[in-house]
Structures are given as structure tokens and as C-alpha cells.
């Protein structure tokens, strides 16, 4: 969802004016004390978190690279008291899209606490390992060195948590901490998981530990984004059968939760969710799924392509599940399903009322996201071309039954698209998509 605007600028004005005022250059420096300094980075800090919280990162970070100033002078070492602004500077260069300066940012966080020692509430702690097990430049091996970093940290603070509920020393508070840092031990498992299943595919451990490493994130925290783990694993192994239970067991921990509800997975880990549910050939609940998140955030580009993919699977296949899961020899996830099915089974298709409202629905999902595509100047040029691929299907089927604004928008992209195919046909770009050549889009639940 879009993030609330501040709230009445000019009171931060008359802050901003009244700490200029505060540190003016009236005040001799031998009045100053370190309590004053502190007060103004805490000041700071506050500010610069206010800002990135209410969408504004360019506007934060001068707010925190001053903190950042203040508590590390270039004069003196820096010190561990430097870390909470440099935990917010790389949180707000992650916002700016950054992830090069975010990276270095982390790293001079771990030069300070190297063994995540300093607790979280003074700028230590897991974050910033586990953003470097994401943001490393090298990845693979380097990716799982950082993350198992950030597990010995979470597996060393459950220990000193569980030791201290025992004495009975806040037993409900040290509870729901233990829980939040038992979920992240089992998110940090299930990143190295997927690390295994992409980078280190080859690799002739990767199963073993994939397998291993699954079991112990279950065995945390078996909550939904472990049990979506455990399945895009099943799905890799071909274990279909038991990758549809999984995904079920998954959906059912949160699909009967009212909208704000905290275990609700957030909107990347439910869009990763409505690929592997397509995968798995479970398009009833993918669309489901998609259709939540349409309705929190209609902005969603891939959100609204998925769902256009997914009615048009529904459509062709008729989503017989228990017949793909006794097997039919055709993968729900061949892009050329589609195209085969609609060019061959035209006729039948436009007989059917079902089906063709089917694929109206999938057109509009498909033209919506084309229209954000161009609006938000998306980067994701397979996405546009196998969208505007199957909505040219769809055109040629449907004509102008459902349509009320005709051709879509983008057929200036359309004739974009085929000057920059240096000659290749457009079957072609399905072959490639259907390939796996889709880049982010992958059903892989990655």
C-alpha cells in the first residue's frame, strides 16, 4: 500500500528552526557536552527514521548521514556508538536503490560488531548480516557464509532467551521476542535454501543440504513462508503430490485471517505463493491469492500480470485439479499451453460461456498490468512481451466481445516490441519464455 504522506510540514519546519537555534553558532563550543551531542543525534536519528517511514529516503538521508557525522568524526576510530545511524544509512540507500552503498554501509557495521554482540536497540545485532547475505555481490558461497553469520546470532540469542524465561524474568515480553527470533532463524534457513536451489544448484551437495536445511527451519518455525519453502523444494524435486499438501497446509495458517493480521506473509512472499500455487497447478487458489493483492495494492505490475496468466490457465485448461495431479502430460506452466490450446481450440473455447468470460477477465488483469508497466516505466521486458503476446491471442480469439476500450494501449509497444526482435517471430519469444528465459518471473517460488 502507499505509504501516508508527513504529517503537517511546516511544524517540522518550526523543529528543524528551533534546533538551528539550539546549536547556533552563539552557543561556545565549551558549553557544548557530549549529553548535547548525544541528544542531537538521538534528534536526528528520530527524524531521519520519520522520514524513510513516511516514503521520503532522499529527504532522510542528509538527516542521518549528520547523525552519522556527529557520532563518528572523522578525527576520531569509529566506535560501536556509530551503528544506529549506519543501520538506518543502509536501510535508507535499500529505499533509494542503492544496494552497492547500502552493502558498504553494512559492512562497516559488521568492522564495528563483528560477532553481532551489541544489542539490537543500540544498532547491532543479525540485520546486517542477513542483508549481506542478499546484497553480496558474489553470492552463492559468500551468501551462505553471511547467513550462517546471521543463524549462529539468532541461534545464540533464542539460547539466552529461552534461559531467561525459565527464571520466570518477563515471561509474556521474552516470549514474543523468542517467537519473532525464532521466525527469522527460520527465514535466514529458508534463504539459504533457496541459495542452494539457484546459485549452488550444481553443486553436488545442494539436496542434501537443502533437505537438511529445510528440516531445521520446520523444526523453528513452520509457519507459512517456511512451509512455501519446503514446497518450492518439493516442486524442484518433482514430489507434486506432496508439494500441493504443503502449499495447502501453507495457505490455510492465514487465508481465514482478518486483513491486518500479523501472520498474514507480506505482499512478496504471497506473490512468490501465487507462483508456486500455478506451478503446482492450483490456479483456483493462486487467483485467490492475486485477487488480495490487487485489492491492497493496485499498483502491482507483476500482481496484475500473474493473475492475467493465471485466468487465462484456468481458462484453457479448465484447472481439472485432481486431473493434473493423476497427471496429463502437459505442464500448467508452458507458456506455449496457451497459445497451442487457443490457436487449435478456438472453436470450442468460443462456445463455451464459462471459459470466454474466463478470458475476458484475463485480458483486462493482462491490459492493466501493461498499463502500469508504461506508467512506472517497469524493467522487466520479457513480462511485457509475453503479456502483450498473449493479449494479442486473446484479441485475435475475443475480437471486441468484452472490451470496451478495443485494442490495448500498448500497441505502440506491440510494434515497439517487434522493431527491437532484430527479425526473430514472436513464436520465438514464447519458445524463449517457455524456455525459462523469463528472468524474475520464473515459477519457482524463489
Known sequence: MAKS????????????????ILNGTQV??????????????????????????????????????????????????????????????????????DPSSAATTFLQAVSLDPDGQIPENEGGGVEK?????????EGGEESIRWFEKG?????????????QMATGVKED???????????????ALCGMVEVWMTDLSLSPEAEAACTALITRALATSPNAPTLQTQASLLLSQCDLHKARSVLSQSLSLWQDLPPEHPDIP???TRISLSRLLMEAGMEDHAISVLEGLVAEEDGSVEAWYLGGWCTSLMAVLGR????FEAGNGEDPMDESTLAKDIMKDGEKLNTSEERNTLLITSREWLKNSLRLYEIQE????????????????????????GDDEGAVEGEEWEEDSDDSDDGDSKDGDVEAYENGQHGDLEMNGT
Open 5 to 20: 504522506k508527513p504529517s503537517n510540514r511546516s511544524k517540522r519546519n518550526r523543529r528543524d528552526k528551533e534546533r538551528s
Open 28 to 97: 561556545p563550543r565549551s558549553k557544548i557536552h557530549k549529553p548535547q551531542v548525544a541528544l542531537d543525534t538521538t534528534a536526528l536519528l528520530i527524524e531521519a527514521t520519520a522520514l524513510l517511514q513516511t516514503g521520503q529516503p532522499d529527504a532522510a538521508l542528509p538527516v542521518a548521514q549528520r547523525a552519522l557525522a556527529l557520532l563518528q568524526p572523522t578525527s576520531s576510530k569509529p566506535t560501536h556508538l556509530s551503528l544506529p545511524a549506519l543501520y538506518l544509512l543502509g536501510e535508507i540507500f535499500l529505499e533509494l536503490g
Open 129 to 137: 548480516f542477513l542483508w549481506l547475505a542478499q546484497l553480496c555481490e
Open 151 to 163: 543463524t549462529e546470532v539468532l541461534e545464540r540469542d533464542i539460547v539466552d532467551l529461552e534461559a
Open 173 to 187: 515480553e521474552r516470549g514474543v521476542l523468542l517467537e519473532e527470533k525464532k521466525r527469522k532463524l527460520a527465514a
Open 266 to 268: 507480506d505482499f512478496p
Open 320 to 323: 481439472p485439479s485432481e486431473e
Open 378 to 401: 517497469y524493467e522487466d521486458d520479457r513480462l511485457r512481451d509475453h503479456a502483450l503476446e498473449v493479449v494479442k491471442q486473446l484479441d485475435g480469439l475475443l475480437g471486441d466481445v
